[in-house]
Nanobody, 130 residues
Framework: QVQLVESGGDSVQAGGSLRLSCTASGNTARTNIMAWFRQAPGKEREGVAA????????YYADHVEGRFTISQDNAKNTVYLQMNSLEPEDTAKYYC???????????????????????WGQGTQVTVSS
């Protein structure tokens, strides 16, 4: 099992930026995908971005592409989500997720589904005010 701890959530004004961090510990050898999801009150959890940690493949939701960037520091077992040009609609609790996949092509078509992931963090709150 992998333990995931998120940090970096905060309250910001629209147009501002935040960087979220997710550090993995435990059996990290059982992980080659790390992702960010978010969930707003009354809404389903949705995929935001994901990264294939042994390589450079990244995946983004349409509504964040160009504004958010996922990156990794493998030496620290940490994945980051740089969020720029934040909008009130980005307000949500952001969760880090991890999994081990064997078929990257199949995963690529379903990366945004929470069912793809085995391990989850507790989340960090992002609030964007207008």
């Amino acid at each position: 099992q992998v333990q995931l701890v998120e940090s970096g959530g905060d309250s910001v004004q629209a147009g501002g930026s935040l960087r979220l961090s997710c550090t993995a510990s435990g059996n990290t050898a059982r992980t080659n995908i790390m992702a960010w999801f978010r969930q707003a009150p009354g809404k389903e959890r949705e995929g935001v971005a994901a990264i294939f940690t042994p390589g450079s493949s990244t995946y983004y939701a349409d509504h964040v592409e160009g504004r958010f960037t996922i990156s990794q520091d493998n030496a620290k077992n940490t994945v980051y989500l740089q969020m720029n040009s934040l909008e009130p609609e980005d307000t949500a609790k952001y969760y880090c997720a991890a999994t081990l996949i064997y078929d990257l092509r199949r995963y690529a078509s379903n990366w945004y589904s929470p069912a793809e992931y085995n391990d989850w963090g507790q989340g960090t709150q992002v609030t964007v005010s207008s």
